[in-house]
T-cell receptor, first 115, second 116 residues
Framework: NAGVMQNPRHLVRRRGQEARLRCSPMKGHSHVYWYRQLPEEGLKFMVYLQKENIIDESGMPKERFSAEFPKEGPSILRIQQVVRGDSAAYFC?????????????FGSGTQLSVL | AQSVSQHNHHVILSEAASLELGCNYSYGGTVNLFWYVQYPGQHLQLLLKYFSGDPLVKGIKGFEAEFIKSKFSFNLRKPSVQWSDTAEYFCAVEGLLSGGYNKLIFGAGTRLAVHP
């Protein structure tokens, strides 16, 4: 059983371009969480999704950021018109339950660099 | 609002030295507490957790942590570190999202470098 897969591992974009980050949860996991890690900061919660539903997006910036978790396929975190401040590591985690804690498994992250 | 504070952002130790990483949280209710470790280029891994019971919890690789409720602390310790412990360590508290779901709230992390 493969772990949580994120791709790409590294993504370089120029200002104004779009960034798409993919997360394939572990098999059987229907709960996906996205976190962002800025330099010298901890992981900040962004959004929590279940299949085809956004449950909580209280940590998402109001503009340019969106997330989806379709019935088929990976969860996508989309950042439109990227700016330098979007440069960060983006981590996805998945679970079989919304009782997060010990059931949460993390991916290796996508490092986004905006030039 | 719930928050987690880690006091040391960077720690440098020699092998065999003892380690203690501080973690304090702010939350008014019952908490579940965690330490995660991230080795270079790898994903976060659960090191240990506290839900209830004995406040001294033991995790993998010789790590332990003590929950002190009166101090809102959950410090991580290891008596003798190894070079392979070089990693970033995150303290986290499980808190409620609006709507009754749980999420993990992380501290800023501590980067530990162990020199041979």
């Amino acid at each position: 059983n493969a772990g949580v897969m994120q791709n790409p591992r590294h993504l370089v974009r120029r200002r104004g371009q779009e960034a798409r980050l993919r997360c394939s949860p572990m098999k059987g996991h229907s709960h996906v969480y996205w976190y962002r890690q800025l330099p010298e900061e901890g992981l900040k919660f962004m959004v929590y999704l279940q299949k085809e539903n956004i449950i909580d997006e209280s940590g998402m910036p109001k503009e340019r950021f969106s997330a989806e978790f379709p019935k088929e396929g990976p969860s996508i975190l989309r950042i439109q018109q990227v700016v330098r401040g979007d440069s960060a590591a983006y981590f996805c985690a998945s679970s079989t339950t919304d009782r997060v804690a010990e059931k949460l498994f993390f991916g290796s992250g996508t490092q986004l660099s905006v030039l | 609002a719930q928050s987690v504070s880690q006091h040391n952002h960077h720690v440098i130790l020699s092998e065999a030295a003892s380690l203690e990483l501080g973690c304090n949280y702010s939350y008014g209710g019952t908490v579940n507490l965690f330490w995660y470790v991230q080795y270079p280029g790898q994903h976060l891994q659960l090191l240990l957790k506290y839900f209830s019971g004995d406040p001294l919890v033991k995790g993998i690789k010789g790590f332990e942590a003590e929950f002190i409720k009166s101090k809102f602390s959950f410090n991580l310790r290891k008596p003798s570190v190894q070079w392979s412990d070089t990693a970033e360590y995150f303290c986290a508290v499980e808190g409620l999202l609006s709507g009754g779901y749980n999420k993990l709230i992380f501290g800023a992390g501590t980067r530990l470098a162990v020199h041979p």
